[in-house]
């Protein structure tokens, strides 16, 4: 069975916009006359809850006991909001560019007509923020399915999100490839029977990747992956064909 489509986690994985999300939250923070502050530490341990409002709330709750519980579900509207258009200012002037190796793989897969989707936890406007600040205006155009947000019940590591993908894709999982950066997206895909390809990020990079194809610290680091669009989409295929035959 041929690969068919590759289905991309976007967060540390097309780009390693941790950092701009981190910032945008602290802003967020500010902006609204509150003292609080997360730090690279604190904030590695608030990526263990994925989505930014899930992130929040925890963040109250364990962290922040005095907020008055009855306005919770509005404040974090508020302050999620705000941080959304932080984050969007700030990559529309260029604070997250694609990883190495991504847009030459986006840009053959298209011309080799391997489907393109996104599946992931971060919100909508975060997901066409990026992809327009990268790909350009048509970048949104790029990917045929995009999953993203609370279009689930259950946000990764449960499959929902990938089953939401595969699904309006309309195809099974041995025919697609996802790519992912983190422990909580790699179960999520390997839920969903898809074989995961790892590009560890600034905050994955002490995850446990058991079950994962193959663990990179960049995607270029492919082997065969040069030049960077053919051989990257070559080595994609490879890697895909051989799961097939060695699921793992």
């Known amino acids: 069975m041929e690969l068919q489509a590759i289905i991309f986690d976007v967060d540390g994985t097309l780009a390693d916009t941790e950092e701009i999300h981190r910032a945008a939250f602290n802003r967020a923070f500010r902006d609204a006359g509150l003292s609080w502050h997360w730090d690279q530490p604190l904030y590695g341990e608030l990526l263990q809850v994925t989505g930014g409002k899930e992130r929040l709330r925890h963040f109250v709750e364990s ?147 058991t079950g994962a194809a193959l663990v990179l610290d960049e995607l270029d680091a492919l082997p065969g992956a040069h030049p960077p669009g053919p051989g990257i989409l070559a080595a994609l295929r490879t890697l895909h064909q051989r799961t097939l035959h060695d699921p793992g």
């Not at 009855?70 to 997250?96: C, F, M, T, W």
């Not at 041995?174 to 390997?190: I, P, W």
């Open 63 to 209: 962290r922040a006991p005095d907020v008055d519980h009855a306005a919770l579900p509005s404040l974090i509207a508020a302050l999620h909001e705000r941080k959304n258009a932080i984050y969007a200012e700030l990559v529309q002037d260029g604070a997250a560019p694609l990883r190495r190796g991504f847009d030459a793989l986006i840009r053959q897969a298209r011309a080799d007509r391997i489907r393109l989707a996104i599946a992931t936890t971060t919100s909508l406007p975060n997901v066409h923020a990026l992809l327009q600040a990268t790909l350009g205006p048509e970048g949104l155009d790029y990917f045929e399915v995009i999953a993203a947000g609370d279009t689930v019940a259950h946000k990764k590591p449960a499959p929902d999100i990938y089953y939401q993908a595969l699904e309006r894709l309309r195809l099974g999982p041995q025919s697609c490839l996802a790519v992912e950066d983190s422990h909580n997206g790699l179960r999520s895909a390997r839920a969903a029977q898809l074989a995961t390809l790892i590009v560890r990020s600034t905050y994955t990079l002490q995850d446990d990747f």
